[in-house]
């Protein structure tokens, strides 16, 4: 794990190995002012000599300064790697999202995605900045303070040999228990961030039914269940300091004793006064490094977990990949389901899409039907491979989707999905997602064939408006209107509209189709609605049941055959309308 993680300091490698360096030679600063202390004490305070007094300052005041500036330099070097870190991995992280298959992100849903990127990797860039600059000083600290002791008396230094396997045996327990916690804690924040989104998403229904005491009452639930995981793992944590004391200031009482002892009955030839406040210094820097040590142990507990959720986006492996040798054209858009079985989840025992056979010709128009759970959406979605089949082939141009290069066959399928998304930024930024290189005239002409045209003009800014993010400031069908604008850019082959004429007036609705069969006679379109009056114009209507084709044909083949296509027209067309 620490292996796939190291590989994103590329590019601050500089940095990472400047702060262990910095950080090294601080230390050595700080180890030698007690060194210098004890001579100051014993051969210049004792002896009354002004001389050494005043030579030994200025080597203080040298050793203070080089620490300082040694320690601000490692501040900035650490600070630079482990925000370059942090951008590479989050980078990194991205591109692999973006290459996932629908499959991938159904597994572990936006909202936990969105978590890694952000809260986890912000606890992993801070556990590497301890890593190259605290847990390098703690370490050190301790070594070259234990040996700097027993330089002093040996005897004395012996007692740091008893309290410091004490303390690791401890940590390490605490670890086994608290690392787990901190593991379900994360995935928790998940579900929190999930139920944020969801209310803020549909906040407007929320204040419509009056349900904001409901959703208070949800974060909470999800808040304090949050709380209880990450207070019992510091209650555990906390259980750190007591032991961390207890080891090291009961080295300090046991060095205290034994040093005055060693004075007195020595007269001073076995240890000095000098020397005892050394030791006592260096006992406060062991101190100080377990301290870190501890901060060190703690952050690396939490980053752990975050670890682990990031290390998972990284290894996992988009299910849908270009071939090793790939069609790069696509002749026409004929499009043939020849006995396709689905299911989103490989194990289902019930397929979604249970043995489809269809053949569309290229330049048609198809209408598909279906009740509420028929799997209209997931049929379409097999066409540009946002899911690959159980069994069974999709066809486009006469070649299976799976032997095409996923560039040149998206780029040939425009769909408009049930869901319209437009991005914050001004109109023409959103409808040249469809065409980056679209000029204004084909930018007008889209929106014309879209039926867009109008109500934009009729903005201040005309195709510079401003649009929020997910559209907010516009309709649902001016929105649905754009998105359709921005998927004809493509000038695709196949145009495929899923339910993506729901928001729009009947007669609005009849004009963009119309506008379609005159202006785009060549590209196969498939429509899904939930009106008739959308589709029986259409060459051909699919009528969907339960993942199964009940009937394909025409408006009046249908009509006259299909008892589900005969209920829906009876239902959505009056008698005397009849």
């Not at 300064?65 to 951008?87: M, Q």
């Not at 290069?405 to 998304?421: P, Y």
């Not at 903005?459 to 309709?475: A, K, L, M, R």
Request: hydrophobic share 45%.
């Amino acid at each position: 794990m620490i292996r796939k993680l190291a590989r994103f300091v590329g590019g601050y490698k500089k940095e990472a190995l400047l702060s262990p360096l910095l950080v090294s030679l601080e230390v050595v600063m700080e180890v030698l002012i007690p060194l210098l202390m004890a001579d100051l004490i014993d051969f210049g305070v004792e002896l009354g000599d002004m001389g050494y007094i005043l030579k030994m300052g200025v080597a203080l005041v040298v050793c203070c300064l080089l620490s300082l500036f040694f320690g601000a330099l490692c501040g900035k070097t650490s600070s630079i790697a482990s925000a370059g870190f942090a951008k590479n991995l989050r980078k990194e992280m991205f591109h692999k999202v973006q290459d996932y298959s629908f499959s991938n992100v159904d597994k572990f849903s936006s909202a936990s995605l969105v978590t890694r990127l952000t809260t986890d990797v912000t606890n992993i860039q801070h556990s590497f900045m301890m890593i190259i600059r605290v847990a390098v000083r703690s370490p050190i600290m301790m070594i070259f303070s234990i040996v700097a002791s027993f330089s002093i008396n040996a005897k004395l230094a012996t007692v740091f040999l008893y309290t410091v396997p004490l303390l690791a045996v401890g940590l390490v327990l605490i670890m086994r228990f608290v690392n787990p916690i901190f593991r379900r804690g994360f995935k928790t924040y998940d579900k929190l961030n999930s139920v944020v989104q969801e209310n803020i998403r549909g906040i407007r229904v929320v204040k419509s039914f009056v349900r904001e005491p409901y959703e208070i009452e949800k974060f909470t639930s999800v808040s304090q269940k949050i709380a209880g995981d990450f207070t019992k793992a510091e209650r555990i944590i906390a259980l750190n300091g007591p032991l961390m004391n207890i080891c090291a200031f009961g080295s300090m009482v046991v060095i205290n004793w034994l040093g005055a002892k060693l004075i007195i009955q020595s007269g001073g030839t076995a240890m000095t006064t000098g020397e005892l406040m050394s030791m006592l210094t260096f006992v406060m820097q062991i101190l100080m490094s377990l301290m870190m040590f501890s901060m060190i142990f703690m952050m690396i507990i939490m980053s752990r977990a975050s670890m682990e959720r990031v290390v998972e986006v990284l290894d996992e492996e988009t299910e849908i990949r270009n071939p090793e040798h790939p069609v790069t054209e696509l002749s026409d858009g004929s499009i043939e389901f020849d006995h396709v079985v689905f299911s989103y989840a490989r194990e289902a025992e019930k397929p979604v899409l249970d043995d489809i056979c269809l053949s569309i010709r290229s330049g048609e128009t198809i209408g598909i039907l279906g009740g509420t759970g028929s799997s209209k959406s997931t049929l379409v979605q097999l066409i540009p491979r946002l899911y690959d089949v159980k069994s069974g082939a999709v066809k486009v141009g006469g070649v299976d989707v799976r032997d095409y290069d996923l560039d040149t066959l998206r780029t040939n399928v425009a769909m408009v999905l049930q869901k319209n998304v437009l991005f914050s930024g001004s109109i023409k930024e959103n409808l040249r997602w469809g065409n980056e290189n679209a000029t204004d005239e084909e930018l007008v002409e889209a929106c014309r064939l879209a039926q867009a045209d109008g109500f934009i003009r009729e903005f201040p800014d005309g195709y510079d408006t401003w649009i929020e993010q997910g559209g907010s400031n516009v309709s649902g069908g001016q929105r649905q209107r754009l998105c359709i604008a921005r998927a004809l850019l493509k000038k695709p082959k196949i145009l495929i509209l899923d339910d993506s004429t729901s928001a729009v007036d009947t007669r609005t609705d009849s004009l963009i189709r119309q506008a379609f069969a005159e202006k785009i006679p060549n590209t196969t379109k498939l429509i899904i609605a939930q009106r008739i009056a959308s589709v029986q114009d259409a060459d051909r209507i699919l009528v969907l049941d339960d993942g199964k084709i009940s009937g394909f044909g025409t408006h009046e083949e249908l009509l006259a055959t299909n008892q589900i296509y005969q209920e829906v027209y009876e239902t959505q067309f009056r008698k005397e309308d009849l």
